[in-house]
């Protein structure tokens, strides 16, 4: 007698599940780029051919020795600069060719110091468009709720109406954040934002600037010294030689978010952090630098 066969021996071909996110666009191409400061015999070449690509909500830092180009990086993608050769883009386009909303923030919180708290935060809604064109409209309602809600969420709630010089440099600091980001950007330019800080309030901040990418995911570059803040908060990050800047390694970071403090004590943490260190020292005494 026949005896049907268990279904379960027959093997079922398997078809892959369709990945339900959207492909992610290529937001930055730096194609070949080099850059000389200055021309003749005293020009500085501050980078070799480099060519580097981010995603869309991509988190990239860039690391390497002092004066390497990192901050140099940050200024072509914000078209601050022009590469002296190879192409730039962003956002699909030749940088400069088409609008891209960026959120900028430096070491120093440059906050206007005859503006509140408050009213520093709002600058980007006056100055940027689509949100310019509503400024005389919605400054006293929608845009101050808006900065008052960001402030808030780093902490700065209550302070608004308070001065620059009211506030300690790490509160500042979280305005200055508040400021790169509250016309939503797709780009946000980090040039060691918390360089200038102690070790608790740059660790709060790593947490905070965290939660703030998750949220609204803008591609970021952060120039960083601190090997910790790059594995922290990087998805990707980015060795350069000493100048002239070449990229040495373009290192995956995979730590599950959002990443804790204790993440940062786990060994595969630590491992990244001393590779990276052991790269950068490295590069700095291979240009003759102190080890
Ligand atoms: N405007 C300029 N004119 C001349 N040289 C410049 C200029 N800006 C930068 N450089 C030089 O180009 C090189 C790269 O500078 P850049 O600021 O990009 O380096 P960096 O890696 O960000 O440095 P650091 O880590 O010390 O901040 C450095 O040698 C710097 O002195």
Same mark, same amino acid.
């Given at each position: 007698?026949?005896?049907?066969?268990?279904?379960?021996?027959?093997?079922?071909?398997?078809?892959?599940?369709?990945?339900?996110?959207?492909?992610?666009?290529?937001?930055?191409?730096?194609?070949?780029?080099?850059?000389?400061?200055?021309?003749?015999?005293?020009?500085?070449?501050?980078?070799?051919?480099?060519?580097?690509?981010?995603?869309?909500?991509?988190?990239?830092?860039?690391?390497?020795?002092?004066?390497?180009?990192?901050?140099?990086?940050?200024?072509?993608?914000?078209?601050?600069?022009?590469?002296?050769?190879?192409?730039?883009?962003?956002?699909?386009?030749?940088?400069?060719?088409?609008?891209?909303?960026?959120?900028?923030?430096?070491?120093?919180?440059?906050?206007?110091?005859?503006?509140?708290?408050?009213?520093?935060?709002?600058?980007?809604?006056?100055?940027?468009?689509?949100?310019?064109?509503?400024?005389?409209?919605?400054?006293?309602?929608?845009?101050?709720?808006?900065?008052?809600?960001?402030?808030?969420?780093?902490?700065?709630?209550?302070?608004?109406?308070?001065?620059?010089?009211?506030?300690?440099?790490?509160?500042?600091?979280? &305005?200055?954040?508040?400021?790169?980001?509250?016309?939503? !950007?797709?780009?946000? @330019?980090? #040039? =060691? %934002?918390? /360089?200038?800080?102690?070790?608790?309030?740059?660790?709060?901040?790593?947490?905070?600037?965290?939660?703030?990418?998750?949220?609204?995911?803008?591609?970021?570059?952060?120039?960083?010294?601190?090997?910790?803040?790059?594995?922290?908060? &990087?998805?990707?990050?980015?060795?350069?030689?000493?100048? !002239?800047?070449?990229? @040495?390694? #373009? =290192? %995956?970071? /995979?730590?599950?978010?959002?990443?804790?403090?204790?993440?940062?004590?786990?060994?595969?943490?630590?491992?990244?952090?001393?590779?990276?260190?052991?790269?950068?020292?490295?590069?700095?005494?291979?240009?003759?630098?102190?080890?």
């Amino acid at each position: 007698m026949k005896t049907a066969k268990s279904p379960a021996l027959v093997p079922v071909p398997t078809v892959p599940e369709p990945d339900p996110r959207p492909p992610r666009r290529l937001f930055i191409e730096l194609e070949r780029v080099t850059v000389s400061y200055g021309k003749g015999p005293s020009a500085t070449q501050a980078l070799a051919e480099i060519s580097l690509q981010a995603e869309e909500g991509d988190f990239i830092a860039l690391v390497g020795p002092s004066g390497c180009g990192k901050s140099t990086i940050l200024k072509l993608v914000g078209d601050l600069l022009k590469a002296s050769g190879g192409h730039v883009f962003v956002a699909g386009r030749e940088v400069g060719a088409q609008d891209v909303r960026i959120g900028m923030a430096f070491q120093n919180p440059t906050l206007l110091p005859w503006l509140s708290i408050r009213d520093n935060v709002m600058l980007p809604l006056k100055i940027v468009q689509p949100f310019r064109a509503e400024w005389k409209r919605k400054r006293h309602g929608e845009y101050r709720d808006r900065a008052e809600a960001l402030l808030a969420k780093v902490g700065l709630g209550g302070f608004g109406g308070k001065y620059p010089w009211q506030l300690s440099g790490g509160m500042q600091q979280r &305005a200055s954040l508040c400021r790169a980001l509250i016309h939503e !950007p797709n780009l946000l @330019l980090l #040039d =060691e %934002p918390f /360089g200038a800080l102690d070790q608790f309030t740059r660790e709060e901040l790593w947490d905070i600037l965290q939660t703030l990418w998750i949220d609204g995911k803008p591609t970021v570059l952060l120039v960083t010294h601190d090997l910790r803040e790059s594995a922290f908060l &990087a998805n990707r990050i980015v060795v350069m030689s000493a100048r !002239p800047g070449r990229i @040495l390694v #373009d =290192e %995956p970071v /995979g730590f599950a978010r959002p990443r804790t403090l204790d993440t940062t004590y786990q060994p595969g943490f630590t491992n990244l952090t001393h590779k990276l260190r052991t790269l950068i020292v490295e590069a700095r005494t291979a240009a003759g630098g102190t080890p």
